[in-house]
């Protein structure tokens, strides 16, 4: 056998090892993810009714068997929007009640230590986490679907020139148009922006799921947003499961810079700004031909003494911020959380959750809880926001 041959046979010896241990990951979250609500609302001690336990257990064992299916449909290389739609709030709901099921068992000790006995403290518990549960999943849905609050911050660039202070940056990022109409709703966002008197409006990505061509009408009002200077947009990871090539070209079609690894340069009273811009972290290994972060790239030829503002969309690419002396970094993807307490597994794979951060001496990080949100329309104590950053001189 040639070296050739071993090179192209080996990954084929190791794929079936990935699928099946990945199989069973899958198998083991969806069994934890729907078996703890399903035990805890029907079989925790509460001894409800025969049937009322049989009419759980189906509707907990459809919900299982489909919701796979589902995924696959909605997210898959079609992203048919039907399918997605129901998944996606399958798994929010799902979510909320596995969370609030874990705590409903702090809740069924507590009641025990009170001298309340079962089934009573069982069925007690069982009724209390299903209301927080319904009263979470109503607030967090409005929550999604509402128009974003602006969120204010003033950050000081102590190497930004006099004429350049003051200067409004608005930013969106994580707008996630998708399987659920929200043409109005971008509209909304745009008039908003458009009351923010901007010099910059920028997008640090994460626009849609789903192709250019599925989302046009979604993402027509960006082509209104107003801002003296620039309008700027860099690729987040999810451009990478649906045509981030087309994509960016959209972007420039709508009159927004994409910023994929340059940078351009606005000026104010006799003062620049170096505005720069990194293809996401995932674009390397996304097959898309040209697409990588480089920030070298990103900063070629720019003059090393003005300040640098750079558009990334994870928080996680700071390190390459602070490594090429950027000023200020602005970024998505966290979403906050969207969901508490899922905000704890994001802070395993980010330095940062949310808000305005240090990062070595000269260089800060902005995090955006996002402007829309992914997936489960639901945000719960982490809410979206359109952000205006005024940047201060020393």
């Not at 959750?353 to 996002?370: A, C, F, M, N, V």
């Given at each position: 056998m040639s070296v050739g041959e071993a090179v192209e046979t080996e990954p084929r010896r190791r794929r079936p090892g990935r699928v099946i241990s990945f199989a069973l990951t899958v198998t083991a979250v969806l069994l934890l993810l729907f078996g703890v609500p399903w035990f805890f609302l029907f079989f925790s001690g509460n001894d409800w009714p025969g049937p009322v336990r049989v009419a759980g257990t189906v509707v907990f064992a459809v919900a299982l068997v489909t919701f796979p299916i589902l995924m696959i449909q909605g997210h898959g290389r079609h992203h048919r929007d039907g399918p997605s739609v129901i998944a996606d709030t399958t798994l929010g709901v799902l979510w909320v009640l596995f969370v609030w099921s874990l705590l409903g068992q702090v809740l069924t000790l507590i009641l025990w230590a009170a001298g309340v006995d079962g089934p009573a403290r069982y069925r007690i518990a069982t009724v209390v986490i299903a209301a927080i549960s319904l009263v979470l999943l109503v607030w967090g849905y409005a929550e999604a679907r509402r128009v974003p609050r602006v969120r204010r911050v003033d950050v000081v660039l102590p190497r930004l020139g006099a004429g350049l202070d003051g200067l409004r940056l608005v930013l969106l990022t994580d707008t996630h148009y998708g399987p659920i109409e929200r043409s109005r709703w971008s509209r909304r966002v745009i008039e908003v922006v458009n009351t923010l008197d901007a010099d910059v409006v920028a997008h640090t990505g994460d626009i849609a799921d789903g192709e250019v061509a599925q989302r046009l009408a979604q993402a027509a009002p960006l082509a209104d947003a107003r801002a003296s200077m620039a309008r700027v947009y860099v690729t987040g990871n999810h451009e990478y499961f649906s045509g981030a090539q087309r994509w960016v070209e959209h972007m420039a079609e709508l009159g927004w810079e994409a910023l994929h690894n340059r940078h351009v340069v606005v000026s104010r009273g006799g003062d620049s700004l170096v505005v720069a811009g990194v293809d996401d972290r995932t674009a390397a290994g996304s097959g898309v031909p040209g697409?990588?972060?480089?920030?070298?790239?990103?900063?070629?030829?720019?003059?090393?003494?003005?300040?640098?503002?750079?558009?990334?969309?994870?928080?996680?690419?700071?390190?390459?911020?602070?490594?090429?002396?950027?000023?200020?970094?602005?970024?998505?993807?966290?979403?906050?959380?969207?969901?508490?307490?899922?905000?704890?597994?994001?802070?395993?794979?980010?330095?940062?959750?949310?808000?305005?951060?240090?990062?070595?001496?000269?260089?800060?990080?902005?995090?955006?809880?996002?402007?829309?949100?992914?997936g489960p329309p639901f945000r719960i104590f982490a809410p979206s926001e359109i952000t205006l950053l005024t940047l201060r001189s020393r």
């Open positions: 697409h990588h972060a480089d920030h070298e790239a990103a900063l070629a030829g720019a003059d090393p003494s003005l300040p640098v503002l750079l558009l990334a969309h994870q928080p996680a690419q700071i390190a390459g911020a602070v490594t090429h002396g950027v000023d200020l970094q602005i970024s998505g993807h966290t979403h906050g959380g969207q969901m508490w307490p899922f905000h704890y597994l994001v802070r395993l794979d980010q330095p940062v959750l949310q808000g305005l951060s240090r990062h070595s001496e000269r260089t800060q990080l902005y995090t955006s809880r996002g402007t829309g949100f992914w």
